[in-house]
């Protein structure tokens, strides 16, 4: 098992990312692929609540920051939509496998798959070897991600870790623990 070494751990002070590939084994990636499919063709969004995902702030605070579905959304599975992928009434005007931006925000509390990877030895002590690459973004890095006008899902798992101690998560962040699903403890 190795850890990071200094020359990773330079270039991701340098550059404010780190690419590490390896970090998942094929079987693991398969696995998450396989259980996304499932969750997907089990998805039942009410027609209300078949918000389409920007990174854009006015976007953002017409579509999203006006809908308890998203900012209630951090203790729960959800499903958020690529732009123009419904019709007037809401109707998918594509296969809803292909209409999904993201899955969030609690796969990593909610579903074993996920939760097993999210929560495994190989997270605490990072160690490499297997096919699926790890992307480190520090989180003082402005990163966002565009809307995706491929015919391929980006097919990423995305969690964030935080320093806990002498921390103060910001009020402000739209991402709030809950009493049902507090931020948990990576290491205790």
């Given at each position: 098992?190795?850890?990071?070494?200094?020359?990773?751990?330079?270039?991701?002070?340098?550059?404010?990312?780190?690419?590490?590939?390896?970090?998942?084994?094929?079987?693991?990636c398969v696995a998450m692929q396989q259980?996304?499919?499932?969750?997907?063709?089990?998805?039942?969004?009410?027609?209300?609540?078949?918000?389409?995902?920007?990174?854009?702030?006015?976007?953002?605070?017409?579509?999203?920051?006006?809908?308890?579905?998203?900012?209630?959304?951090?203790?729960?599975?959800?499903?958020?939509?690529?732009?123009?992928?419904?019709?007037?009434?809401?109707?998918?005007?594509?296969?809803?496998?292909?209409?999904?931006?993201?899955?969030?925000?609690?796969?990593?509390?909610?579903?074993?798959?996920?939760?097993?990877?999210?929560?495994?030895?190989?997270?605490?002590?990072?160690?490499?070897?297997?096919?699926?690459?790890?992307?480190?973004?520090?989180?003082?890095?402005?990163?966002?991600?565009?809307?995706?006008?491929?015919?391929?899902?980006?097919q990423a798992y995305t969690f964030h870790?935080?320093?806990?101690?002498?921390t103060t998560w910001s009020p402000e962040?739209?991402?709030?623990?809950?009493?049902?699903?507090?931020?948990?403890?990576?290491?205790?």
């Amino acid at each position: 098992m190795a850890c990071l070494s200094p020359s990773q751990l330079q270039k991701f002070q340098q550059d404010g990312f780190l690419v590490l590939e390896g970090f998942l084994s094929a079987e693991e990636c398969v696995a998450m692929q396989q259980r996304i499919g499932e969750i997907v063709a089990e998805m039942d969004v009410p027609l209300h609540c078949r918000t389409e995902f920007s990174t854009q702030e006015e976007e953002q605070l017409r579509a999203q920051g006006s809908t308890d579905y998203f900012l209630s959304s951090g203790d729960k599975i959800r499903f958020f939509f690529e732009k123009g992928v419904f019709d007037e009434k809401g109707n998918f005007l594509v296969p809803p496998e292909k209409s999904i931006n993201k899955i969030g925000h609690a796969l990593h509390a909610h579903d074993p798959v996920f939760k097993s990877i999210t929560h495994s030895f190989k997270v605490q002590q990072p160690h490499f070897g297997g096919e699926g690459a790890l992307v480190l973004i520090h989180g003082e890095v402005v990163h966002k991600s565009k809307q995706n006008l491929s015919d391929r899902s980006r097919q990423a798992y995305t969690f964030h870790l935080m320093e806990a101690s002498g921390t103060t998560w910001s009020p402000e962040n739209w991402l709030q623990p809950t009493a049902e699903l507090p931020f948990p403890q990576l290491y205790t």
